[in-house]
């Protein structure tokens, strides 16, 4: 067994997703590489160098990198994929787009967001937003896979000492031209892999209200995310969003707060470890699944919780 | 200018889904069917393109058996001019689905296909970027913004870290993300118009696609269910239980 994991980073700092992909690679067992495809990523590939159970990375350091043009990365990793008999990469919209996009140029079915694997060939994962999990099996002969990150616990990123090795680009598509980003940027961690969450709803009423969150999640240093309903009504950037389409989280403490509590968004927030639900709507359906709900109103809630958190 | 959409048929998303007792997949039969919420978007996004005078025809497509053509008239409904509907019985991977709509985009010649970016059932979110893997095309993923231009399309895609605008040339492939727009509703008189028009029935073969499986499904499952906690009445008792019964904080 032979495994690529593609690492997601920002050409400076490794995600923290690809850890855990790691880590579902290292469940498969065998050798695991790490592919770094970036501009002036020398360092990534150094923090991917030090990742446990990390054997070797491949490190492509090119303006063609500079961006993630999924055309460009594909064609990459479809250069070095002899000898590998799985693709891995986190299941975020980078993996999302890139996986399916490989596999298809090699004539591979991929498999989406795998939360369990339970051999080299089978793994399981969430179907109907999360509402029953399938169990699959791959004919293939190599399986190229997107990990839902909160399913496997983060490899170590400090004890390993893989060897770096430089590897040619594989050009850039002529038909896609990157114009620029409009990213977020918060001082906060990184929502996908925060240990708490507080997440507003529609009952937030507008986006300034969201700043009672903000100094929230702050206070106990966890990570801001939203409801669709939140983010559809322009609250909150697109990039908040927890659920089936948005981001899936897993943190130790999730807060939700005037969320109702829609399928579509405990399948991104259902597995948390604590759930604390605050909502004036006592059949909220968020409260079935909330280990401590709280029927109030949370614009008397939030600041008593905070008044509480300060003292 | 033709537009190509593809819809898929699934179990409406307001309905709660049930895994079979005997564990080979989810309950579908006698279940409200409705077409997939992403294609809807798609669907609306074409029909904007036509009604701004960009794009002349959008036609509808979908693979699967007969009922998938319930889906193809949803969509003519809504507005599109007429249907291509690749007929089989048989169980579609998403790599499949790609071949077979690569073909009708090639007989067609469409600039644009656009696809939601997942499907609420299998929520695979993979058929879009195979399609332009294998047509070789400019793939526009997660789309929230899409506009023509002399060189092709100008979109806006949504990332974990927030928006990034990329050019792609023309012919391309996109995938419709939540925030493309709201889809419309069918007016009843367009639902009587949609029977009149056409859907061109075809096989995967006419379509020279053979319909290879690579993965097996050896089980569905319920998740574990979580179990509903106790009501707190204030924060004194919230912080207490999260600090000493969760200990999170």
Not at chain 2, 30 to 52: G, Q, S, Y
Not at chain 2, 165 to 171: A, K, Y
Not at chain 2, 215 to 224: F, K
Request: proline residues 4%; contains cysteine; aromatic residues 4%.
């Amino acid at each position: 067994m032979s495994i690529l994991v593609i690492a997601e980073h920002d050409h400076s700092q490794l995600s923290p997703g690809t850890l855990n992909t790691v880590s579902a690679a290292a469940r498969v067992g065998g050798d695991v590489h790490v592919l770094v495809a970036g501009s002036g990523c020398a360092d990534v590939a150094e923090q991917c160098a030090k990742i446990a159970g990390v054997s070797r990375v491949l490190c492509a350091d090119s303006a063609h990198y500079a961006n993630e043009i999924t055309e460009n990365t594909a064609a990459l990793i479809r250069a070095n994929v002899d000898g590998y008999t799985h693709v891995m990469a986190p299941a975020s919209t980078f993996g999302k787009a890139l996986i399916p996009y490989v596999a298809a140029l090699c004539d591979v079915q991929a498999i989406s967001d795998i939360s369990e694997v339970v051999s080299a060939d089978t793994f399981v994962r969430p179907i109907y937003a999360g509402n029953a999990l399938a169990t699959v099996k791959s004919s293939d002969p190599v399986k190229m896979l997107t990990v839902r990150t909160t399913a496997f616990d983060p490899a170590d990123g400090e004890s390993g000492s893989a060897e770096v090795s430089s590897i040619d680009d594989a050009g850039a598509d002529q038909g896609v031209s990157f114009v620029g980003q409009n990213l977020s940027h918060s001082e906060r961690p990184e929502l996908a892999s925060a240990k708490i969450v507080v997440s507003g709803g529609r009952g937030m009423k507008s986006g300034e209200n969201f700043s009672m969150l903000e100094t929230l999640a702050d206070t106990l240093g966890g990570a801001v995310g939203a409801s669709r309903a939140a983010v559809d009504a322009g609250f909150v950037p697109n990039d908040y969003q927890v659920g089936q389409t948005g981001k899936v989280v897993a943190p130790d403490l999730y807060i939700a707060v005037g969320i109702s509590g829609a399928i579509q968004h405990l399948a991104g927030m259902k597995d948390s470890k604590v759930i604390v639900a605050i909502n004036n709507d006592e059949e909220a359906p968020i409260f079935q699944v909330a280990d401590y709900g709280w029927n109030e109103d949370l614009f008397n809630a939030v600041p008593a919780l905070q008044a509480e958190l300060d003292k | 200018m033709k537009v190509l959409v593809p819809v898929k048929r699934v179990v409406d998303a307001n309905i709660r889904i049930r895994v079979k007792s005997d564990n080979t997949g989810v309950e579908t039969a006698n279940v409200k069917m409705a077409m997939n919420p992403f294609c809807e978007i798609a669907v609306e996004e074409a029909l904007r393109i036509r009604e701004a005078g960009v794009a002349e025809e959008v036609i509808i497509m979908s693979a699967g058996p007969e009922k998938a053509a319930e889906t193809i008239r949803t969509g003519l409904a809504m507005g599109a001019d007429r249907g291509v509907h690749a007929l089989t019985d048989e169980r579609l991977e998403p790599l499949v689905i790609a071949r077979l709509i690569k073909s009708v985009a090639e007989r067609e010649g469409t600039d644009l296909v656009i696809l939601g970016k997942q499907s609420i059932d299998d929520d695979n979110n993979q058929t879009g970027q195979m399609l332009a893997a294998l047509m070789g095309r400019p793939l526009g993923s997660y789309i929230s913004r899409i506009a023509k231009n002399d060189d092709g399309f100008a979109i806006t895609r949504e990332i974990d870290a927030g928006l990034e605008d990329l050019q792609i040339v023309s012919p391309a492939v996109v995938t419709a993300d939540l925030r493309l727009n709201e889809p419309r509703y069918a007016s009843l008189p367009n639902i009587m118009k949609a029977k009149k028009k056409p859907i061109d029935v075809l096989s995967p073969a006419d379509l020279g696609v053979e319909v290879v499986n690579r993965i097996e499904v050896l089980r569905v499952d319920e998740p574990p269910a979580r179990e509903a906690g106790i009501m707190v009445s204030d924060a004194t008792e919230l912080v207490e239980k999260l600090k000493n019964e969760a200990k999170v904080i």
